[in-house]
């Protein structure tokens, strides 16, 4: 009787591997992407995707409004990229009244343009709080650098678009 269930359960164990195999095979592979961001009262960094293998890495300067990137050479293990915009320029912020930022970055594929320079595939977003005002911007990316671990210096981060997404208070008096 214990060889009878011993080779019953040897059999639904070798189906159900081969079930599982055949599952795996027709199921789309779909990357996991994540996003890490933080904060003090001195600034924010944000990492987001530029290409399907490299990240970049983000960082917004709340004394100067200076928004800075970089990222790792896939190539030489260095960083060979430098990004760069002037945040509180393109949302018309006074860096005297003390605004405060948000900064985190999305995802998009889009489409491409003429040229090696085609934006990467993380949008990077900045929110300031007093305002109610949002900036995305692009980023600048040559795969063929990327590749050959050319260096990118100072590339200025595309401005694609400020909105107001809050009418803010007026200033007490």
Same mark, same amino acid.
Request: aromatic share 10%; proline share 8%; glycine share 8%.
């Given at each position: 009787?214990?060889?009878?269930?011993?080779?019953?359960?040897?059999?639904?164990?070798?189906?159900?591997?081969?079930?599982?195999?055949?599952?795996?095979?027709?199921?789309?592979?779909?990357?996991?992407?994540?996003?890490?961001?933080?904060?003090?009262?001195?600034?924010?960094?944000?990492?987001?995707?530029?290409?399907?293998?490299?990240?970049?890495?983000?960082?917004?300067?709340? #004394?100067?409004?200076?928004? =800075?990137?970089? +990222? &790792?050479?896939?190539?030489?293990? @260095?960083?060979?990229?430098?990004?760069?915009?002037?945040?509180?320029?393109?949302?018309?912020?006074?860096?005297?009244?003390?605004?405060?930022?948000?900064?985190?970055?999305?995802?998009?594929?889009?489409?491409?343009?003429?040229?090696?320079?085609?934006?990467?595939?993380?949008?990077?977003?900045?929110?300031?709080?007093?305002?109610?005002?949002?900036?995305?911007?692009?980023?600048?990316?040559?795969?063929?650098?990327?590749? #050959?671990?050319?260096?990118? =210096?100072?590339? +200025? &981060?595309?401005?694609?678009?400020? @909105?107001?997404?809050?009418?803010?208070?007026?200033?007490?008096?």
């Amino acid at each position: 009787m214990w060889e009878k269930l011993t080779s019953r359960r040897a059999a639904w164990l070798l189906a159900g591997l081969c079930l599982g195999m055949l599952v795996r095979g027709a199921w789309p592979e779909t990357p996991a992407l994540a996003v890490a961001t933080d904060s003090d009262e001195y600034g924010a960094i944000a990492t987001g995707p530029l290409d399907d293998s490299l990240e970049g890495f983000f960082y917004l300067d709340f #004394t100067t409004g200076e928004l =800075r990137g970089t +990222a &790792l050479s896939p190539i030489t293990r @260095k960083f060979f990229a430098n990004f760069r915009a002037n945040v509180a320029r393109d949302l018309g912020v006074d860096l005297r009244r003390n605004p405060r930022f948000l900064l985190t970055t999305g995802s998009a594929l889009f489409r491409p343009g003429a040229g090696p320079v085609q934006p990467a595939n993380a949008i990077v977003y900045v929110y300031e709080l007093t305002s109610g005002k949002v900036a995305a911007y692009a980023v600048p990316w040559s795969q063929a650098q990327a590749t #050959t671990g050319a260096p990118i =210096r100072n590339a +200025a &981060l595309k401005l694609l678009d400020v @909105k107001q997404l809050r009418v803010p208070e007026p200033p007490e008096e």
